[in-house]
């Protein structure tokens, strides 16, 4: 019967990473639901720990190793190790986080099983929303500087977790209906996926060919039609569908193939538009802005303008929790949210402006080719949050910012080459309508060239 199931799609060649072995690594993934169950409670477990026990503990001190305090080792967790490599797996691997180990995804799947499993409304499965909903919880927790503060994290990813399993308990029955269409991270998340170098392929033929009786319908989360799946960008990478049908199969492919084969109809300009302001944009200033000496003008002169006037969300922490941590001024909480949407508006801005020129003004070429940039600020925003931990790292006495610009100086020039290659290959899988490849692959390269020096010698975070 497993014989069966693993002589899926024609293969060469043997080894550790045949695309046999990979075929059956989604097998058994398939086969030990059970153990990811309890992988997943574990998690939870962990999770709800070190999200609220910080908060009821005595502030750390600012100098405090990683070690020293429950709080300090919960912020190099969450931000430190957790954030970067989440980015990077999603990047090389797909969303086996989403599926595998997420807790609001545990949670809110199992809050579908025994909730109301009423049908997601039609103003839930507007597909920008979950890119919406991301661009106002990465503003608000640099508004009230989630990263350095038990309570602040709390509201926002314990907030988010309330969310989902809020949207667990009223919709769906037992499936992951906040993960397909509402979770803010997902957004980004489905983005870098496109990348990744597996995905579960499926074979329609071998699928309607199957013998009668069909078996029944794949329990999947996100509720996709898995028979049509050609896309990691919802896919979850649970692994219960491996094996349906002798048809599915978690399968190799090139880095970034997904982007380079994309067809016209599957360009989506509000996709473009948030490759280009939010994953570019948006998480450049997000990660770069506080560190750059224009903040600290526009802080002194908001500062100036507004006193000592305090935000509220510092005083319900302090009134709650006796915790001193937030962002308690609204100069700096103004001088953060105006610097990184600013970041945002002109750094989109210019790079749509290049694609288009790149593309000479075909506007469905040019939203293609900012698919091609996924590499390149996948690795951006990677290295971004490793600076987060370096930071995290160098508070707590221990000093490794001399490997930055190395680590920089190689993921950029990694992710450079990546997009290049992408785009290339779109740019022939069109076919360079009315021939403006010679053109079209320069131009791009520049404008990737522009972006990867910005990555290269982006201001150092505070
Ligand atoms: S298609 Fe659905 S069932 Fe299959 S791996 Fe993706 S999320 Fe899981």
């Known amino acids: 019967m497993e014989q069966e199931q693993v002589i899926v799609f024609p293969r060469r060649g043997g080894g550790r990473f045949s695309p046999m072995r990979i075929q059956a690594v989604g097998d058994a993934l398939q086969r030990r639901q059970d153990l990811i169950r309890k992988l997943q409670w574990s998690i939870v477990a962990v999770y709800l720990f070190l999200l609220v026990a910080p908060v009821f503990l005595p502030e750390a001190d600012s100098r405090a190793g990683v070690f020293d305090s429950l709080a300090r080792f919960a912020e190099a967790l969450f931000w430190g190790a957790w ?10 691997f797909g969303q086996f986080w989403c599926g595998l180990m997420c807790p609001d995804g545990t949670l809110t799947e199992f809050a579908s099983r025994h909730g109301r499993g009423l049908k997601v409304p039609a103003w839930m499965r507007k597909p920008a929303l979950p890119l919406v909903f991301f661009c106002f919880v990465t503003l608000y927790e640099h508004l009230i500087d989630a990263f350095r503060s038990a ?3 709390l509201l926002v990813i314990g907030g988010t977790s309330c969310l989902s399993l809020i949207t667990g308990l009223i919709y769906g029955r037992g499936k992951r209906v906040w993960c397909r269409f509402v979770c803010p991270g997902a957004s980004i998340f489905s983005l870098l996926a496109r990348c990744a170098v597996l995905h579960f392929k499926v074979d329609r033929a071998r699928w309607d060919a199957a013998p009668r009786p069909a078996p ?14 050609r896309s990691n960008e919802k896919c979850n990478m649970c692994s219960r569908c491996s094996g349906h049908r002798q048809a599915v199969a978690l399968s190799w492919r090139a880095p970034g193939e997904e982007i380079a084969t ?3 109809d599957e360009v989506r300009n509000w996709e473009a538009a948030g490759i280009l302001y939010v994953l570019i944009g948006l998480l450049y200033g997000a990660v770069h802005w506080p560190g750059s000496p224009w903040h600290q003008q526009a802080l002194a002169a908001l500062q100036q303008w507004s006193g000592e006037a305090p935000v509220w969300q510092a005083e319900v922490s302090r009134w709650l929790f006796r915790h001193e941590g937030m962002r308690s001024d609204l100069a700096g909480a103004l001088a953060a949210l105006l610097g990184i949407a600013g ?18 003004g075909r506007q469905k070429l040019a939203g293609a080719l900012a ?10 925003l990677a290295l971004g949050a490793m600076e987060h931990s370096l930071s995290i790292l160098a508070r707590g006495g221990m000093n490794a910012w001399a490997v930055l610009p190395w680590l920089r100086l190689a993921g950029v020039l990694a992710g450079l080459a990546w997009s290049v290659a992408t785009a290339r290959r779109l740019l022939r899988h069109w076919r360079d309508p009315a021939g ?3 053109f079209a692959l320069p131009a791009f390269a520049a404008v990737a060239g522009l972006l990867a020096a910005a990555y290269q010698f982006a201001p150092v975070p505070a």
């Open 151 to 153: 309570p602040a994290t």
């Open 436 to 438: 403006c490849r010679k």
């Open 343 to 360: 970041t945002a508006l002109a750094l989109g801005t210019l790079a749509g402006a290049g694609l288009l020129m790149a593309a000479s």
């Open 83 to 92: 954030w970067p490599g989440v980015i990077l797996s999603m990047l090389i």
């Open 216 to 229: 029944s319908a794949v329990d999947c989360p996100p509720l996709l039609d898995v028979r049509r799946l």
């Open 262 to 264: 994309l067809e016209p």
């Open 371 to 380: 698919y091609a940039l996924i590499p390149l600020a996948g690795i951006g």
